[in-house]
């Protein structure tokens, strides 16, 4: 009798084995556990398929060894718990990717061992940088709103009082260098005016716009920069009509696209060319703008990506990856199209159409 009561909880066992393997094998999290000689003694599916291998090939391997980890390392956290002999959770970076690793002892026989939990996190990570970058903009632009403010108030005076100048001063020489001042003010009044236009934290807001000012605007942001790196930049304006459009966020698309040609021909380390060009299509009622540079080019296999979020070629904390992501977003919500040719001996050319639209009755 007793012989058949144990048989019949074989199979139960068994089972409830593989019921609790499928469980784990389920979790696409990283989950294995490890001696304290850093063997696997057990993994889950997900943990073997990221080196492509049976969960029973990789009981036996050393961990360092499956990651290619150089033995020893600095912050190992198998270390910190094999010390500690309590249960550790930490960030870590393996290879290109960011990992939050949970690690917990756990008795197996005669000797200790640490089941892992390794979640890949490189997204949120990234997303979270992101959202730490968004916030700091955002100080960065009301820094920037309150220090136009503060230039534009002694800029007034010298604007008011150049005038005054060339209306006495009689003598040419002396009247020519007052010009030049009152021009180099007027100057500085577009550039505290753009600053403020592109800091500004406003609700989106369609109005009938001028593209050809909107590129002005966003050029004299970079005036400077172009001159301390000996970039020339041609303007081509055709004859277009105004467009409803949000210039703010139009602004901020071009500006990116106007960032991302200047990376590209400082990288090429050539004489720079920025060409930025406007025509009207009447038959099929667009606006197509062009920015064009002379740069190093985009290569192929990363042609396609250029506009997903958070790809970047740039290292690390000189990129978010979002520009050209959040241009793409910005040129779509308006109903328009946004597309790129490049190649490593012409460079690269992005190519914004527009649709002109009028303004429906609840817009205006």
Same mark, same amino acid.
């Given at each position: 009798?007793?012989?058949?009561?144990?048989?019949?909880?074989?199979?139960?066992?068994?089972?409830?084995?593989?019921?609790?393997?499928?469980?784990?094998?389920?979790?696409?999290?990283?989950?294995?556990?490890?001696?304290?000689?850093?063997?696997?003694?057990?993994?889950?599916?997900?943990?073997?398929?990221?080196?492509?291998?049976?969960?029973?090939?990789?009981?036996?391997?050393?961990?360092?060894?499956?990651?290619?980890?150089?033995?020893?390392?600095?912050?190992?956290?198998?270390?910190?718990?094999?010390?500690?002999?309590?249960?550790?959770?930490?960030?870590?970076?393996?290879?290109?990717?960011?990992?939050?690793?949970?690690?917990?002892?756990?008795?197996?026989?005669?000797?200790?061992?640490?089941?892992?939990? #390794?979640?890949?996190?490189?997204?949120?990570?990234?997303?979270?940088?992101?959202?730490?970058?968004?916030?700091?903009?955002?100080?960065?632009?009301?820094?920037?709103?309150?220090?136009?403010?503060?230039?534009?108030?002694?800029?007034?005076?010298?604007?008011? *009082?150049?005038?005054?100048?060339?209306?006495?001063?009689?003598?040419?020489?002396?009247?020519?260098?007052?010009?030049?001042?009152?021009?180099?003010?007027?100057?500085?009044?577009?550039?505290?005016?753009?600053?403020?236009?592109?800091?500004?934290?406003?609700?989106?807001?369609?109005?009938?716009?001028?593209?050809? &000012?909107?590129?002005?605007?966003?050029?004299?942001?970079?005036?400077?920069?172009?001159?301390?790196?000996?970039?020339?930049?041609?303007?081509?304006?055709?004859?277009?009509? #105004?467009?409803?459009?949000?210039?703010?966020?139009?602004?901020?698309?071009?500006?990116?696209?106007?960032?991302?040609?200047?990376?590209?021909?400082?990288?090429?380390?050539?004489?720079?060319?920025?060409?930025?060009?406007?025509?009207? &299509?009447?038959?099929?009622?667009?606006?197509?703008?062009?920015?064009?540079?002379?740069?190093?080019?985009?290569?192929?296999?990363?042609?396609?990506?250029?506009?997903?979020?958070? *790809?970047?070629?740039?290292?690390?904390?000189?990129?978010?990856?979002?520009?050209?992501? #959040?241009?793409?977003?910005?040129?779509?919500?308006?109903?328009?199209?946004?597309?790129?040719?490049?190649?490593?001996?012409?460079?690269?050319? *992005?190519?914004?159409?527009?649709?002109?639209?009028?303004?429906?009755?609840?817009?205006?």
């Amino acid at each position: 009798m007793a012989d058949e009561c144990q048989d019949d909880w074989v199979p139960e066992m068994v089972r409830s084995q593989r019921q609790w393997q499928a469980t784990i094998d389920a979790i696409t999290d990283y989950i294995f556990v490890t001696d304290r000689a850093r063997r696997v003694i057990r993994a889950n599916k997900s943990f073997s398929a990221r080196f492509q291998r049976h969960p029973k090939d990789v009981v036996g391997l050393r961990v360092d060894e499956l990651f290619g980890l150089e033995i020893p390392h600095t912050n190992c956290l198998l270390d910190r718990a094999f010390e500690s002999r309590q249960s550790v959770v930490d960030e870590t970076v393996v290879g290109a990717d960011t990992y939050m690793i949970s690690i917990f002892p756990v008795e197996l026989g005669n000797d200790g061992a640490y089941v892992c939990v #390794m979640k890949d996190i490189t997204e949120m990570k990234a997303m979270r940088d992101q959202l730490y970058n968004t916030y700091k903009l955002a100080s960065i632009g009301q820094l920037v709103s309150g220090v136009a403010h503060e230039i534009n108030n002694p800029l007034t005076g010298i604007l008011g *009082f150049s005038e005054l100048l060339t209306l006495r001063v009689k003598d040419e020489m002396v009247l020519k260098e007052v010009e030049k001042i009152h021009r180099a003010a007027e100057r500085c009044k577009v550039i505290v005016e753009s600053l403020l236009c592109f800091s500004r934290q406003q609700k989106p807001h369609r109005s009938l716009e001028y593209i050809n &000012d909107i590129i002005d605007k966003t050029i004299d942001l970079r005036t400077y920069w172009h001159k301390s790196k000996d970039l020339d930049l041609v303007k081509e304006y055709g004859e277009i009509p #105004m467009i409803f459009i949000d210039a703010q966020q139009i602004q901020h698309a071009i500006l990116n696209i106007l960032m991302n040609a200047e990376q590209a021909v400082l990288a090429a380390g050539r004489k720079g060319r920025i060409t930025i060009s406007t025509v009207y &299509d009447r038959e099929a009622k667009k606006i197509i703008i062009t920015i064009a540079d002379n740069g190093a080019g985009i290569p192929d296999h990363i042609r396609g990506r250029i506009f997903d979020p958070f *790809f970047t070629t740039k290292p690390v904390g000189e990129g978010s990856g979002l520009g050209l992501s #959040m241009t793409y977003g910005i040129i779509t919500e308006h109903g328009g199209t946004i597309s790129v040719g490049s190649s490593t001996e012409e460079g690269t050319a *992005f190519i914004v159409e527009l649709p002109v639209v009028k303004p429906s009755e609840s817009d205006i």
